[in-house]
């Protein structure tokens, strides 16, 4: 249910973009339910009734279903006399007073998730401007879902029990990944979760760890993270989103603060300190 509640945040504030950005006096939306081929309204925007909360719009079905079965934008001038579609829901959108409306599914991985609606409460042609501004919403609500999913899915490898040396090089990619995906995090209660596994991990590798306490601050330590995974100061740098120059100057305070001469040095230093796994 966390995880909902979630994407959900990220659809509603998509909504207040797809509006600010077009002009549009209505955006609604929500996700694909678990299992189910339909979407749940479930977020609304500049709406004057609820007759659109909550609705569960089957996948094919309406112009929201059409967007879904077909996994790309959707938009009619009239919605009650358009031919495009079928007219499941055509009392509610009348009930709310909407003629011209959009539809864009968030896609993620090949798989819709969910929809983003946008609409005028007169006929006349929304227009590629603002068909590109809905699109744009959209994108941000994946490319946010697709980053969730990863730090899900990490998390769950971070949590297993680890046994073997393969399973601590596991662990440790586990780390890395983790530590690079934090800041692009927008939830924070997530974002809190992520940096909070990230220090068990590296407390779980060296139990006792009798080495000096470090003050290093957190890039610093995505970028010996990075730098224990393997990567370049470039690699580095595209992975955490920063510039290659910016990516050495962390590297070398890293490595002074740590009593270092080279980067393997302080990585090894960094793991008997409990900084790294």
Not at 65 to 81: E, F, I, M, N, Q
Not at 101 to 110: E, M, S, W
Request: proline residues 5%; contains cysteine.
């Amino acid at each position: 249910m966390a995880a909902e509640a979630a994407d959900a945040v990220e659809m509603r504030a998509a909504l207040v973009r797809l509006r600010r950005a077009t002009g549009l006096p209505v955006a609604f939306g929500g996700l694909v339910e678990p299992g189910r081929a339909r979407v749940r309204i479930s977020e609304l925007s500049g709406t004057a009734t609820a007759a659109l909360s909550a609705l569960a719009v089957s996948s094919g079905n309406g112009l929201g279903g059409k967007a879904v079965a077909l996994a790309r934008p959707c938009a009619v001038t009239d919605y009650s006399a358009s031919r495009q579609i079928s007219h499941e829901y055509d009392v509610a959108v009348a009930t709310e007073g909407l003629c011209s409306v959009l539809a864009v599914p968030v896609v993620v991985r090949r798989r819709v998730r969910g929809v983003l609606y946008g609409a005028l409460r007169t006929a006349q042609p929304l227009g590629d401007r603002t068909l590109g501004a809905a699109v744009a919403a959209a994108r941000d609500v994946e490319q946010a879902l697709v980053v969730r999913d990863e730090a899900r899915g990490l998390l769950a490898v971070a949590r297993e029990p680890v046994a073997g040396s393969a399973a601590w090089e596991q662990v440790r990619e586990a780390h890395g990944a983790l530590r690079a995906l934090a800041p692009r995090i927008a939830d924070p209660a997530l974002r809190t979760e992520l940096l909070d596994v990230c220090g068990r991990l590296a407390g779980a590798a060296a139990p006792g760890h009798g080495g000096p306490r470090v003050g290093l601050a957190p890039r610093e330590v995505d970028v010996l993270a990075c730098v224990a995974a393997g990567a370049t100061n470039g690699g580095a740098a595209q992975r955490l989103g920063l510039r290659p120059e910016t990516v050495k100057g962390y590297l070398r305070s890293a490595m002074r603060k740590l009593g270092a001469h080279t980067r393997g040095e302080a990585v090894i230093a960094a793991r008997r300190a409990g900084v790294l796994p």
